[in-house]
Structure formats: C-alpha cells, structure tokens
C-alpha cells in the first residue's frame, strides 16, 4: 500500500488539529530570543498558588494563545516572568495568572496533541501493521514473483548455458571442420605426394613387370623352342634306339640262330666221327670178319650172317652215311649259305655296329646336348618359376599398389570433395563478393617517385587483410591515414603465383558448376591488365587467365578418370564506348551488333558472338594474344598503354558423366575493366574524354549495382550500363564473384588509391546472396 496514500485518523473535536511541523519547532530557532532560563521551583510554588477561583470562563485555546502572543509552544513554555521589585503583587499576579492561562493553553494543546499523537501512533501502528500485512503479501507476491524470476533466470540460464554449449559446439564444430579441412588438406597433400609416388612405384614396377613379362614370354618361347628340339630329339633318340634295339634283336636272333647252327654242326659232326668211327670200327670188324672168314670156317655162316647183318649194318650205314653226308652236303651247303648271310650279317651287324657307334656317338653327343639342354630347360624352368614368382610377387604387389592407388585415389576424391564442401560453406559464410586488394611495385622498379606512405599490419587478425593508407590533405599539413581491411591484401612484392593461389578454389568451382566472376577494379595503371593477363611470354609473370586456363586443363584431366568429360568454349569481348566488341571475330571488332540476352535460367548470350574450343592447351594462350591486339588501348596521363575499354574473358565448361549421368555448367568469368579515373586527373580532351566518361559512367553503374544489392533494394538497376547488363548473372547472387583492387603505390595516386579503396570497402560489405552450382 502507497505510504502516501494513508489516512491518518482525526481525534474526536470540532477542529482539525495539525501535527506540529518540523517549520513550527524551528521558527522558534529562526527568531533571536534569550535562552529560557528554568523557573526556580520556589518561584514555581509560589507562582502556582491559585488565586481565588474565578467565575468559569472560556478556556482558552492555544490558537487564541499564539495568535495573540505570536509565540510557539516552546517560547511559551520557555517563556520567563520577570519582575521588577517595585512591581505590585497584584500587576504580578495578573501577569502570572495570563501566562498561566497561557500555559494552561499550551497544556492543553498538548495534552490534545499527545493524544491526537497518541491515536496518530495507534492508527499509525494500525496503519503500519495493515502495510506490514500488505507488505508482507506484497513481500510474498515479490517472494513468488523473485521464485518465478529466479526460475525463469534459471530457466534463461540453462538456455544461456545451452546456447553457450551450443555455440561453444559451434565453435568447436567449426574449429574441428576448420581442423579437419586443414587435415583433409594436408592428408590430401600427404595422398596425393602418396599417389604420386605410387604411381611413381607403380610405372616403376610396370615397367619392371613389362620387362620382366619381356624376359618369361622369350624365356617361355625359348623354354618351348628347348622342348620342342627336345622332344624332337627324343622322338629321333626314340626311333634310333628303336632302330638299334630291333638291329640288336636280329642280330641276338642272327646269332642265337648262329650259335643253334654251329650246335648242331657240332652235334652232326660228333655224329659224323662217330658214325666214321663205327665205320671204321665196322671195316675193321669186317676185315677183321674177313681175316676171321678166313681165319674160321665154322664161324663162316655166322659170320655170313653176322657179314649180312653187319652188310645190312653197313649198308644202313652206309645208307646213314649217306644220308649223313647228304645230310652233311646239305647242312654244309647250307652252312655255307648261312656263313654267307652270317657273314652279310657281321657286315651288317658291323655297319650296323658302326653306323650304331656313330649314332651312340651322334646320341652321345646328343645327349650331351640334351643334358646341357635339360640343364639349360631346368635352369631356365627355375628361372621362370623364379621370375614367376617374383612376377608373382609384382603381380600382387602391383594388385596392392592398385588397390592402394584406389584408395588413395579414393581418399583424394573424398578429401576433395570434404575441401569443396568446406571451401563453399566458407565462401558462403564469407558472403558472395569477397575482395582482394593489390598494390603493385613502383614503375620502374626503383624509380625516384615519390611513395604514398602505404602500411600492412604485421601482426593479429588484420595481418595480410590489412591495408594502411596515408593521405596528404590540404587542410593540415599532417597527412591522414585511413584503414582497410579485405579478404586478402597482396604487398607491391607479391608474385601471380602467390595471387594466383587464393583464386585457385574459385576457378575449381567453375569446374564444379558455379558461375565464377572476377573482375579488377582500380585506377588507370594500377595494374589490372598485369594481374589478369599478364606477360604472356614469361612464365612466371603470366596472369590470372591463363594459369586459371591451366588448372582448368589439369584439373579436367584428372577428373576423366572418373568418368567425366568436358567441353570448353571461350570467348572474349570488350565493350569500348558502350558498344560491345567481339574480341576473337573474324572481322574487325566492331562490325556486328552484339545484342546480350538472358534466358530464365540465368545463361547469358551475346548475339554473334565467337566462341573458340579451347580443349587444346596453349589455344587460350594464342587467343588471349589476338584479344590484347584487338583490345582499344590508348595513352593517357597515367598509363602510356591504357586500356580504354572492359574485357571480359569467359570460360564455358559443360561436364558431362557417362558413368553416373552426372551434368554441371559452369562459367568463368574473368573481367578486366578500365581504369578509374577522374577527368579533372586525366587531362582528357576529344575522343580519350568521351572514353573515360563512359567508363566512368559504366564504372558507377557497376557501383550503383552493388550498392543496391548491399542495401537489398527491390530494384537493382542492372540495365543502367552494357557491363552490369552482360554482368546481371554474376552479380545477382547466383555466382562466386571477386573483386581485385589494384592499387599504384605512388604518392600522387594517393587521392585515386582511397577512392578505390573506399569502393571496394563498400563491395566487401555487399553480401549478394548463396552461390548456386548448376548440376543436373
Ligand atoms: N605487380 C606488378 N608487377 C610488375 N609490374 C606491374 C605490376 N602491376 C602492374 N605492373 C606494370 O604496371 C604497368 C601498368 O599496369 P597495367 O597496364 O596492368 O595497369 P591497368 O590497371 O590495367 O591500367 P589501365 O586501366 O590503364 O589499362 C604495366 O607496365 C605493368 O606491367
């Protein structure tokens, strides 16, 4: 309850009393009396001896008091009566009867003020105990609401604490796929120098392995030479040895014949000198038999008998003799026939003897040979099982080396794709138009212009994103420095190898199927034609265009391994006082009317327009040379070759995979546009002032594009210039765009540098919307 608010309750009376006031106690310090002396109490005494009563009056009231004596309360209960001593009694007592009146008054007064205090105090207390209730609830609803509060703050907390997880998980998230791109880079790195050397090993061991394949197939052939003389000589060995053995037969048949022959000749000569013996055993019997005849006449019957029967004998003797010698005649005609063939065969079986000799010499030899020869087949079978192991062995080395250059070449196209994956997300985190600022070295090298005081900040967050410009200014004599901060700043020493590292990414995701801008920005000179072009001839000074063509190439190659097929097509135009200039045509640049279309899927067109095949490296090289010429240049006070229209170089590559279907359509874009300069600088008159209004009209068109982008206005004012128009779709949000700010490090530039700088800043600002790749 409102303190204010209270009711104090009134005491009873017909007046209102007034609570005497802090005003009411101090004017009695504010006027100058005498301290009040205490009354004596003998005085006191004195002073209250009542007169005799007097007829009831009025009493009266202290407001009658005061305002008749004008004292306060305190005056008048400090009041002190003095007298003089010549004073009547009676004057005394009159004086001591008003001022006790007065103090009755004042008595009065207070008593009613005590208890109007006093019921002050009670309704007060009342009061107070009702507002301690009240505060008490209030202190409970102010208990419950802290407890809901609390609650809620908790309740907050574990959401802020949460959130704070979150983010924390974010940040840890983002740090770890920071992490793991810096891991997927290096174990890119580390697999790709692994590929590499696989591969190395791989061509090695094919090699290895065609020499070795070489070496057994001619050892093969030479092993199946080896055999078929081989068996070829077993088949003769087999067909002399047949010869042999049946020689050796007929001969062993001739002599076993022989020696059954000669056997029996034997046997019939026994037979013969037996059958001799018993005839001359038997003519002597019979000259005996005769002399016996003679010799005994008795005996001479018998002996006729035994005559007749040794006649008979000896005619069957004779019969067998002749029969024998028949027998002889034959068998020695048939002897000598056999001796005959005998002899035909000893010759034989002596030539065959010989010829056998010679043949088992022939065999001899050939067995000589074949030994060597099986020697020869077995040292050659183990060197082939040898080479066909180690063959073996690079056979399953080469399957693992493949199998590892699989998975390595599969660990590249993971790691690849996480990095692309990775490198969009970035991009799109960064916003979609990033700027690199570049300074370039003062011209020539060394030359005694003065340097605008340019700094880099060497250390945190802005190293290699800063940039420090001082500006000299007119109005004090202390020039004044201006910040920048950019995606990138390239120092006057940086060389395109290093530009051209920070762009690489974009020009793979034109491979990819993002739509790819970049263009440079700057002021006349300041090195925009040097950082696109560049020297054609010289290999470490070329371009941002042609090494961008080169990765391209490289890149396109290495993805034909899996499937993918590309097609090229350039073109290059400028467009010099608002006209558009084919750059690559047959006729001069500016004899057709180049008409820019867009189609609702944001592909562009310009009417009659060239575009070269560009399949074959070095064909950008030889384009890019006849656009230079082509190209409107001109002396103007800052450059002697400056060029005095925008170039635009674009790289259409359509990517089509037969193995999955796959399509993308990507562009590059890479744009070199006029120098920015303003006319009162550039000193320009006639033909060269109608150049530089026109590139400084398209040049603000550019930035009136941007800054309706940055500012997300319904209308963006794409149509106000050819170069925004041709540009709709690279600006519009569908593309990857960055800008390059060339800066020129003279001091007189300075006023130039921080106009492009502070333009550039604004574009860095710009976020134009999500990239989109154009995959089917
Ligand atoms: N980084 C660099 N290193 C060495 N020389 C450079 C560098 N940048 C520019 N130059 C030289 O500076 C001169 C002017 O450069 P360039 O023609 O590229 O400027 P620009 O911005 O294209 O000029 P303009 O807008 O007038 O065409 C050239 O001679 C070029 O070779």
């Not at 003769?236 to 050796?248: F, K, M």
């Not at 005609?333 to 003897?353: D, F, M, S």
């Not at 700057?522 to 925009?528: F, I, L």
């Not at 492009?756 to 860095?764: D, G, I, Q």
């Amino acid at each position: 309850m409102d303190r204010r608010t209270t009711r104090i309750p009134q005491p009873p009376g017909n007046h209102t009393l007034m609570p005497l006031t802090e005003n009411d106690l101090n004017t009695t310090r504010k006027r100058k009396i005498s301290p009040l002396k205490p009354i004596p109490e003998n005085k006191l005494q004195r002073g209250t001896q009542r007169p005799p009563e007097a007829p009831a009056q009025v009493e009266d009231t202290w407001e009658a008091i005061s305002e008749e004596t004008g004292w306060t309360l305190k005056e008048c209960l400090n009041h002190k009566l003095l007298f003089k001593k010549r004073d009547a009694d009676k004057a005394k007592n009159q004086v001591m009867g008003q001022h006790l009146r007065r103090l009755r008054a004042a008595g009065r007064h207070l008593l009613t003020e005590k208890e109007r205090l006093e019921l002050d105090v009670e309704s007060l207390q009342s009061c107070l105990a009702t507002e301690e209730a009240a505060r008490a609830a209030e202190a409970q609803d102010h208990v419950a609401v802290a407890d809901a509060l609390q609650r809620s703050i908790a309740d907050l907390q574990e959401r802020l604490s949460g959130q704070e997880q979150q983010t924390a998980q974010q940040l840890a998230g983002k740090e770890a796929a920071a992490e793991e791109l810096r891991l997927c880079q290096s174990q890119v790195q580390a697999a790709q120098g692994n590929a590499q050397r696989l591969q190395h090993e791989l061509a090695c061991s094919k090699e290895l392995a065609a020499d070795y394949q070489k070496q057994v197939v001619s050892l093969t052939e030479l092993h199946q030479h080896a055999q078929k003389y081989n068996s070829q000589l077993q088949e003769y060995n087999n067909s002399l040895q047949g010869e042999v053995a049946a020689s050796a037969a007929s001969l062993a048949k001739l002599q076993a014949d022989k020696n059954s022959w000669a056997q029996d000749m034997a046997e019939m000569r026994g037979t013969l000198t037996a059958l001799e013996a018993n005839m001359h055993a038997a003519q002597t019997s019979a000259a005996n038999a005769e002399a016996a005849r003679h010799n005994a006449a008795g005996d001479a019957a018998r002996l006729r008998s035994e005559l007749s029967c040794l006649t008979k004998e000896r005619d069957q003797l004779l019969l067998d003799l002749a029969q024998l010698k028949e027998e002889v005649a034959r068998y020695k005609a048939c002897t000598g026939q056999t001796v005959e063939i005998l002899e035909r065969e000893k010759e034989l079986k002596a030539q065959l003897q010989s010829q056998n000799q010679a043949q088992a010499e022939v065999q001899a030899g050939l067995l000589v040979e074949l030994a060597v020869l099986r020697e020869h087949k077995a040292l050659s079978e183990r060197l082939a099982a040898q080479q066909g192991g180690e063959a073996g062995q690079l056979r399953s080395r080469l399957a693992q080396v493949e199998a590892l250059l699989a998975a390595a070449e599969q660990q590249v196209q993971e790691g690849e794709r996480t990095r692309r994956k990775l490198h969009n997300t970035i991009l799109e985190l960064k916003g979609n138009i990033r700027v690199f600022c570049r300074v370039r070295p003062l011209l020539p090298a060394g030359s005694a212009c003065a340097v605008a005081q340019i700094q880099y900040p060497t250390s945190g967050d802005l190293k290699g994103r800063g940039i420090e410009l001082q500006v000299a200014t007119v109005q004090s004599q202390q020039p004044q420095t201006y910040d920048f901060a950019f995606d990138r700043v390239f120092g006057c020493a940086a060389k395109q190898e290093e530009v051209f590292e920070e762009i690489s990414q974009l020009v793979q995701s034109a491979l990819d199927g993002y739509k790819v801008c970049i263009f440079a920005y700057g002021q006349t000179g300041s090195g925009k034609t040097h950082t696109l072009v560049g020297m054609l001839g010289s290999a470490d000074e070329r371009g941002m265009i042609p090494r961008a063509m080169d990765q391209v190439f490289v890149e396109a190659k290495a993805l034909e391994s899996q499937g993918w097929n590309f097609e090229m097509r350039a073109s290059m135009l400028e467009i010099y006082n608002e006209e558009i200039r084919d750059l690559l045509g047959k006729g001069p640049p500016a004899s057709k009317k180049h008409q820019v279309s867009h189609d609702d899927k944001g592909n562009t067109s310009v009417a009659f327009l060239e575009s070269v095949d560009v399949r074959r490296p070095g064909k950008v090289g030889e384009l890019l040379a006849k656009a230079m010429k082509q190209r409107a240049v001109g002396a103007t006070a800052a450059n002697a070759h400056s060029s005095r229209s925008h170039m635009v170089f674009q790289l259409t590559i359509a990517a089509t995979n037969a193995a999955t279907g796959q399509q993308a359509t990507g562009t590059l874009n890479l744009i070199d546009l006029a120098g920015s300069e303003r006319l009162s600088k550039s000193q320009a008159s006639g033909e060269r002032l109608k150049e530089t209004q026109n590139i400084n009209k398209s040049l603000s068109a550019l930035g009136d594009v941007i800054m309706a982008l940055a500012g997300k206005e319904p209308h963006v004012p794409y149509r106000n210039s050819k170069l925004t128009y041709l540009l709709q779709p690279c600006l519009g949000g569908d593309a990857k765009t960055l800008m390059f700010v060339n800066v020129a490090p003279e001091a007189e530039a300075a006023q130039e540098s921080l106009c492009s700088l502070r333009f550039a800043a604004k574009v860095n600002a710009c976020e134009i919307g999500t990239a989109r790749r154009n995959v089917k």
